[in-house]
């Protein structure tokens, strides 16, 4: 055999590195790619996870998790998953816990079987700045932060991150989310629609809402007849709620330590009557109870199936917090101890009067396609509430209903229930389902996820 010298060798490597990155459409992006996640079962496609400066000064970086499609990720669209709070983790809340392909079993990884890079290609953002791995060397990034603040670094994100994955530059474009991202959304949307007309950087063919904050005063006091409705206040509270508590103004006045007397007490009764063992977010769904995780469900060691685990905000903060998957992620802690679910450090200023968010959707609904969907579980943002608003909208556009009211199917099941309007708008209920329905419904959030992307109506019968 030929002995070479050392640096011929090198060279030789070196050499075949660059042929291989011509080949293979070399990119920043292999750099972020993960070899594989502590615990996680063997798997087809790719993941890639990092972080994307958005401002160079004061060395602000966001941090993403990235999974590309099942199956020819090539024909996929691409899909940006935001999660609310203001302030709750993108990766943390809708990779590990909702819609993403794995979700933490204990010391291991398992798969989810109706994990949305099936249909898509799923990048999840952790927004704004201080929220899980994002970080700023300036502690100043995390005051006063808004809604402007973060769709200008949202918008430069997905500027730079096609930078790292210049492929998807014209792929079809979709932004989904949940919750406070009924804000960050349509906002991030008019930036990009805004951008496109100097350079058609974003092909955005739709967004789709998930029990999203639009507009407090709606939002917010739809809260006592869901309460009501679903026997969890008395009548006498009930009462007192909607003439003594107008609970949007009392949101905005809890932030400034300045809170209504008569609201403060209408919510504690409020409190009291629902029970601190009934969860908000889903009224029919068991608490964790973590100290004794004697409700956390047993899963599957192969994959997530029917059972939901209650405790799984629990095992996915003590999986991220891990160094092993930490490294693996090429994710860092800066400025805090542990990642955390929902932000300790951030200072979100939350807008009171929000019509104008309203008028940003209607921008956004004249060019995209715009579905918004309610798990009928919630009491933190109730369908009622919603559909008020949709119908609104829809009134507003001149638009006439082209679906008339009814029931979807998943399988043999009533999924839901929906209403199109003109063919850009729809509605949709997802039943038995949460405040974040894919974690709760995982199966039917999928079929209306598939519904949406293919812009067709969802299924009439099984």
């Keep these: 055999m030929l002995l070479l010298p050392w640096r011929t060798v090198a060279l030789g490597f070196i050499v075949l590195e660059v042929w291989f990155c011509v080949q293979v459409e070399c990119s920043l992006a292999l750099f972020d790619r993960i070899t594989q996640l502590p615990g996680q079962p063997k798997v087809g496609f790719q993941q890639y996870s990092g972080y994307v400066t958005v401002d160079e000064k004061k060395q602000r970086a966001l941090f993403y998790y990235f999974a590309e499609a099942e199956v020819d990720p ?26 993403g392909p794995f979700r933490p079993s204990g010391e291991v990884l398992v ?4 994990s949305w890079n099936r249909e898509a290609n799923m990048l999840y953002l952790e927004a704004p700045i201080g929220v899980g791995f994002s970080y700023s060397t300036d502690a100043s990034s995390y005051e006063a932060v808004d809604d402007k603040i973060t769709a200008r670094d949202n918008l430069v994100f997905m500027q730079n991150w096609f930078l790292k994955f210049p492929q998807y530059r ?10 406070y991202a009924g804000h960050y959304i349509p906002q991030l949307a008019e930036l990009m629609l805004q951008f496109n007309r100097k350079d058609k950087l974003f092909n955005l063919k739709g967004i789709a809402l998930g029990n999203p904050v639009l507009e407090f005063a709606i939002d917010f006091n739809s809260r ?23 609970y949007s103004r009392y949101v905005s006045e809890y932030y400034r330590d300045a809170v209504s007397p008569i609201c403060s007490r209408v919510m504690r009764q409020v409190s009291t009557e629902t029970s601190r063992f009934v969860d908000k977010y889903d009224v029919t769904l068991d608490v964790c109870i973590s100290s004794m995780l004697s409700q956390s469900k047993v899963l599957t060691p192969q994959q997530v ?19 092993d998957v930490q490294k693996a992620l090429h994710a860092r802690l800066v400025g805090v101890r542990k990642w955390a679910v929902c932000s300790n450090v951030l200072d979100y200023e939350l807008l009171e009067n929000t019509e ?33 608003l949709v119908n609104r909208l829809a009134k507003e556009l001149g638009l006439k209903t082209t679906v008339t009211y009814r029931v979807w ?48 109506p969802l299924p009439e019968a099984f």
């Design 74 to 99: 090539a024909s996929k669209p691409l899909v940006l998953w935001l999660n609310g709070g203001p302030g709750c983790s993108s990766l943390g809340v809708g990779a590990f816990s909702e819609n």
């Design 111 to 114: 798969k989810n079987e109706y």
């Design 170 to 179: 014209n792929r079809s474009l979709f932004i989904t989310g949940e919750s």
């Design 224 to 246: 006592a007849e869901f309460f009501w409705s679903h026997g969890l206040i008395s009548d006498s509270t009930y009462k007192m709620f909607t003439t003594s508590c107008n």
């Design 305 to 323: 199936g029917e059972t939901i685990d209650v405790c799984v905000e629990d095992e996915t903060a003590n999986y991220l917090n891990r160094q």
């Design 356 to 388: 104008h968010v309203i008028v940003i959707w209607l921008i956004v609904v004249l060019i995209t396609y715009v579905l918004k969907c309610s798990g009928d579980q919630d009491s933190v943002i109730p369908l009622t509430g919603s559909r008020t």
């Design 409 to 456: 199917f998943e399988g043999q099941q009533v999924g839901g229930w929906t209403q199109v309007y003109g063919n850009i708008l729809s509605f949709a209920t997802i039943r038995g389902a949460s405040h974040e329905a894919p974690f709760s419904q995982p199966e039917r959030s999928l079929v209306l996820f598939k519904a949406f992307l293919e812009g067709r």
